[in-house]
């Protein structure tokens, strides 16, 4: 599974040190309803398509790159679900790393959904009510684009 070459070269001086990084999640609905999920290479698990903002780009542009990268999927990001952040993640090569997460809702524009690159083992569509096993932050991320609510959530550990 590749990674971004800034952060393939960020690795070679802190190694397996946390890094606090900048990333994208996608809840793509179709017309029908369904939300757009891919099984991952590095977990085995089914998760939300997304991945990490390059320096300088663009949220918006990062989530359509990477939903045409994983899936061949050509998306459109209609609005911010929630910002986040995520808990440490630890990768099977003992990378750690967290995530600002921000989380879009997307419809599809073109593209059938296949597995378009080395990052999933499956891609597919699922009915909200037929969701594989999905980790808490992406069900709910899920349910609130589901939700249609006009503003996005902000996540807050406690209030001050």
Do not use: K
């Amino acid at each position: 599974m590749g990674i971004p070459a800034f952060l393939a070269e960020l690795r070679e001086v802190v190694g397996h040190r946390q890094l606090w990084l900048s990333g994208v999640s996608a809840v793509v609905v179709d017309e029908e309803g369904r939300v757009l999920l891919g099984r991952r290479v590095d977990t085995g698990g089914w998760a939300l398509i997304g991945g990490i903002i390059d320096p300088g780009e663009q949220p918006a542009d990062t989530v359509v790159r990477e939903c045409l990268e994983e899936t061949g999927v050509t998306v459109l990001p209609e609005r911010l679900v929630a910002v986040g952040v995520t808990p440490v993640i630890e990768y099977p090569n003992g990378d750690r790393s967290q995530y600002l997460d921000l989380v879009f809702r997307c419809r599809p524009l073109s593209g059938e959904a296949r597995v378009n690159d080395d990052e999933s083992l499956e891609v597919g569509w699922f009915h909200p009510d037929a969701l594989p096993e999905l980790g808490a932050r992406a069900r709910e991320h899920v349910a609130r684009a589901l939700a249609e609510e006009e503003t996005a959530h902000f996540e807050l550990s406690e209030l001050r």
